[in-house]
């Protein structure tokens, strides 16, 4: 399978702009029902997200003005 270029795994079931959209949602304190339905996951889906998305935004330094 690596032969014919297939890495293996689910495609993630949101891009890197609906994740953002999604924990800006969150945290602005929108309906966890409402974001479940709008992005078609499932919860466990949607934290797994935030964890992920606030997980990358410690590891990256801080941008300078």
């Known amino acids: 399978a690596r ?11 949101l ?3 609906k994740i953002e959209l999604m924990v800006k949602l969150y945290d602005d304190g929108e309906q966890i ?8 996951i499932s919860k466990a889906t ?5 964890k992920q998305h606030k997980a ?3 590891k990256q ?3 300078h003005a």
């Open 15 to 17: 891009n890197s702009k």
């Open 56 to 58: 990358n935004k410690q």
């Open 33 to 40: 029902a409402t974001i479940l339905d709008t992005f078609g």
């Open 46 to 50: 949607m934290y797994n997200y935030i």
């Open 61 to 63: 330094p801080p941008a």
């Open 3 to 13: 032969a014919r270029g297939r890495k293996g795994g689910r495609k993630p079931a």
